[in-house]
C-alpha cells in the first residue's frame, strides 16, 4: 500500500468533520487519522474494534478553538482522514500492513496519528520511526507495563506491546500511569533501566511534567496512549478498566511540557471499546488526539 491508493474520507465525515471550504486536499495536509480497528488479542473485554469509528464520530463534536494555544489549531495543521479499509488477518499480518501505511505517510511528509484498536498496532506503527531516526524517545500512557515477551502464545500481543517497540535497540522508553507489571516482565524491566523508565500511578501526586519529559532526552519523540490508563472512573470504555489511574490534566500536562520541549514525530490512541450510550470516554479520546495534534504543531504557542 502506498500514497497512490490510500483513499480518504470527505473532510465532513474525517477527524472533527470540518467542513469542506475550510478543509486542505489530503495531499496538502500536514496531519493524517489512520482508523485501525484491530481486535484480536484483547485478553479480557472486547470492543476495540469499534474504536475508531467512535473516536471519529465524537470527533465531531469537539470546539475547534483551544484556549491554550488560543487559536483553532487545525486550521494551519489541515488534518486528513484515511478511510477504513480491510484489516490482514492475523496480528503479524496487520503489525506489517499499519507498517507500510505508516511508512507510506511518511514518506509523503505526512505526522501519522493512528486510532485503535488494540495496543499490539503499537508494535507496527513504531517501525518506520525507529528507521528514520538514529535515536527515538516513546512516551507511553498505561496501565500495564506490556513488557512481557508475549502473551497467551502470541508473540505480538497487546500485553507486549512495549517489548516489541523495545525490540529496536535505539528506542527510549518513558512510561506514565502503570499500575500493573507481572514478575515475568520485572527481570526485562531491571535489566533495561537505561532505557526504560517508569512513574508508577501510585506516585501520581508528585509527578513532575518537567522532570518526565527530560528523560525523553535529546531525541525526537513518539507518544503512544493505552486509554487504560485513564482512571477507570473517566474511562470505562476499555478493555481493562483500572482504578488508580491519570486525570485528564496529568496527561494533557505531560503531553504539554513534552511538545514545548520535544519534537513529536507521530501519535497514536488506543483500546477505547466504545460503551452504547456513554459518549463521554469517546468524546475524551477525540478531545486528546486534537490536543495532541495542537501541542505537536504549534509548539511556539506553548508557554514555559
Known amino acids: 500500500m502506498n500514497t ?11 477527524f472533527l468533520g470540518i467542513d469542506a471550504k475550510d478543509a486542505p486536499a489530503p495531499e496538502n495536509a500536514q496531519a493524517v487519522v489512520v482508523p485501525f480497528g484491530l481486535e484480536a488479542s484483547v485478553s479480557y473485554g472486547g470492543g476495540t474494534a469499534a474504536g475508531p469509528a467512535a473516536i471519529i464520530k465524537a470527533s465531531h463534536q469537539v470546539e475547534l478553538f483551544d484556549e491554550d494555544l488560543w487559536c483553532e489549531p487545525y486550521r494551519d495543521i489541515g ?3 484515511l478511510a ?5 488477518d492475523g496480528v503479524a499480518g496487520a503489525l506489517d500492513q499499519i507498517e507500510t501505511v505508516t511508512e507510506s505517510l511518511l514518506d509523503a511528509g505526512k505526522f501519522p496519528l493512528v486510532l485503535g484498536g488494540e ?16 535515536e527515538l524517545a516513546v512516551l507511553h500512557f498505561d496501565a500495564h507495563a506490556d513488557l512481557r515477551d508475549g502473551y497467551d502464545g502470541e508473540h505480538y500481543s497487546h500485553a507486549a506491546a512495549l517489548r516489541r517497540v523495545l525490540d529496536h535497540d535505539n528506542i527510549r522508553l518513558v512510561s506514565v500511569g502503570i499500575r500493573n507489571i507481572s514478575a515475568e516482565e520485572i527481570p526485562f524491566l531491571e535489566s533495561n533501566r537505561d532505557r526504560v523508565s517508569i512513574h508508577w500511578a501510585k506516585d501520581r501526586a508528585r509527578y513532575d511534567a518537567r522532570s518526565i519529559a527530560a528523560e525523553l532526552g535529546d531525541r525526537p519523540v513518539f507518544v503512544t496512549v493505552d486509554l487504560d490508563g485513564f482512571d477507570s472512573s473517566l474511562m470505562p470504555a476499555t478493555g481493562t478498566p483500572e482504578p488508580g ?3 485528564w490534566q496529568d496527561v494533557i500536562d505531560i503531553v504539554r511540557e ?9 501519535a497514536d490512541v ?11 470516554c469517546d468524546f475524551l479520546a477525540a478531545k486528546l488526539v486534537y ?8 509548539k511556539d504557542k506553548i508557554s514555559a
Open 4 to 14: 497512490l491508493n490510500l483513499e480518504y474520507l470527505a473532510a465532513d465525515e474525517g
Open 79 to 81: 488534518i486528513a482522514t
Open 84 to 88: 477504513p479499509f480491510p484489516i490482514a
Open 119 to 134: 495496543h499490539s498496532i503499537t508494535a507496527g506503527v513504531i517501525r518506520p520511526f525507529a528507521r528514520r531516526h538514529d
Open 245 to 247: 489511574g491519570l486525570f
Open 258 to 266: 513534552t511538545a514545548r520541549t520535544h519534537r513529536i514525530v507521530g
Open 270 to 280: 488506543m483500546e477505547l471499546a466504545p460503551i452504547k450510550g456513554w459518549h463521554a
Open 291 to 298: 490536543k495532541i495534534l495542537g501541542y505537536a504543531f504549534h
